[in-house]
T-cell receptor
Framework: EAQVTQNPRYLITVTGKKLTVTCSQNMNHEYMSWYRQDPGLGLRQIYY???????DKGDVPEGYKVSRKEKRNFPLILESPSPNQTSLYFCASSLSGGGPAYNEQFFGPGTRLTVL | QKEVEQNSGPLSVPEGAIASLNCTYSDRGSQSFFWYRQYSGKSPELIMS????GDKEDGRFTAQLNKASQYVSLLIRDSQPSDSATYLCAALDNYGQNFVFGPGTRLSVLP
């Protein structure tokens, strides 16, 4: 089954304790992206990756890191989480390149993060 | 700052009616636009994409794009209670890299 998976789905942690949220896709997609979703603010792009070893900042990258060592994986790293990073996080992927249809993103199930 | 704006709603329509959802975007360089549906607590799922001026129809859904007015809309015909969800509009920049989402419009279809 074609899908984007995220782990963990739920996480409660404390300020300053490093954490990683994993994202994996099995569709051979080149483009992957991380979003956070907050009430009233909608989805905001954190980082994206056009391909292996190619990453770039989205609209809200502060406090986050990413890496893209393999095509299928795109982990999100919070090295020193703070309470304002409490949010619902989504990973997404798409084929990229070619026509616009290649940019249709598929989303993972989401990770609800609480930082105390 | 690139922005996508939507009326947050809620938009309430009776079952069987046409629901009309609107979206405007600020970046004239945006070339591709997407409508996603999101049920409470779930991830967004793609309904339609559109990149040419005019209408694009898929079943009960019609997306409309007017690049001159920087306006995108989604019409849902014969609305069903199962269509009750938040609808997200998104714009993709000219480089195919940066997605900007609107805050979403909450639709409620009343039986």
């Amino acid at each position: 089954e074609a899908q984007v998976t995220q782990n963990p789905r739920y996480l409660i942690t404390v300020t300053g304790k490093k954490l990683t949220v994993t994202c994996s896709q099995n569709m051979n997609h080149e483009y992957m992206s991380w979003y956070r979703q907050d009430p009233g603010l909608g989805l905001r792009q954190i980082y994206y990756s056009m391909n292996v070893e190619v990453t770039d900042k989205g609209d809200v990258p502060e406090g986050y890191k990413v890496s893209r060592k393999e095509k299928r994986n795109f982990p999100l790293i919070l090295e020193s989480p703070s309470p304002n990073q409490t949010s619902l996080y989504f990973c997404a992927s798409s084929l990229s390149g070619g026509g616009p249809a290649y940019n249709e993103q598929f989303f993972g199930p989401g990770t609800r993060l609480t930082v105390l | 700052q690139k922005e996508v704006e939507q009326n947050s709603g809620p938009l309430s329509v009776p079952e069987g009616a046409i629901a009309s959802l609107n979206c405007t975007y600020s970046d004239r360089g945006s070339q591709s636009f997407f409508w996603y549906r999101q049920y409470s607590g779930k991830s967004p799922e793609l309904i339609m994409s559109i990149y040419s001026n005019g209408d694009k129809e898929d079943g009960r859904f019609t997306a409309q794009l007017n690049k001159a007015s920087q306006y995108v809309s989604l019409l849902i015909r014969d609305s069903q209670p199962s269509d009750s969800a938040t609808y997200l509009c998104a714009a993709l920049d000219n480089y195919g890299q940066n997605f900007v989402f609107g805050p979403g419009t909450r639709l409620s279809v009343l039986p």
